[in-house]
């Protein structure tokens, strides 16, 4: 089941599902990442994207859940939004295009406006290199980009085409581990606040009353007289 209207941004109090953050330059296909996993659809022509959020039922081995997708603008002038998206993001998919080595420069400056905002252990991120199914001359070489991925930063690095499908599954499987965790976590946070509100009120009845005891103090005998 997949909701494909555009819903808003912000998360209430109410909102529990684990939200994923679509962000990278303009044109480097993150609207056509986001349709081929939900839709299984791509199209040729590129629609510049303000922000939408999509929520999407994923299904693991262990079960399904719900999870909110929002698709970021491509541009970088809209600094009030992009900061909203990155607060209200559990893991951020970063992506680039294959082809054009300059998007990943704008992949680096969002990855530290990341780290800036985000406390470590808060979030997760998954670089994307995408459009592969161009031509390989085209391409500039990952082994340099995936090495500072992979070693330096210590981020997942996926490389896919919205196009031809490749790997587009895998980079919402990589958030499978983190996805469970957080489930497990309101799992027992609920159970908590159940546990709390069930709990009986202790009252005494008069029966129960503690009563004190009165201890009778008599006075000390006088010593007699010779």
Known sequence: MSLNTVMPIGRDSKMQNFR????????????????????????E??????????????????????????????????????????????????????????????????RDEIKEQKQKGQYSIVVVANKTDLDIEENHSHAVTESVVCMDWEEKFIT????????????????????????????????????RISMPVMRMTKSETATTALVEIKPRPQSMKN
């Open 160 to 195: 896919t085409s919205a196009k031809t499908g490749d790997n587009i599954e895998c980079v919402f499987q990589a958030l499978e581990d983190k996805i469970r965790e957080r489930m497990v976590n309101l799992k027992k946070k609920r159970l908590s606040f159940f546990r």
């Open 45 to 110: 022509v590129h629609k510049e994207t303000i922000e939408e959020l999509h929520r999407h039922q994923m299904r693991f081995d262990s079960g399904s859940v719900e999870i909110d997708i929002l698709d970021t603008a491509g541009s970088l002038q809209f600094p009030a939004m992009r900061k909203l998206a990155i607060a209200t993001g559990d893991a951020f998919f970063l992506v680039f295009s294959a082809n054009n080595p300059e998007s990943f420069e704008i992949v680096k400056h969002l």
């Open 20 to 43: 994923v953050v679509v962000m990278g330059t303009g044109g480097v296909g993150k609207s056509s990442i986001i349709s081929k996993f939900m839709n299984d659809k791509f199209t």
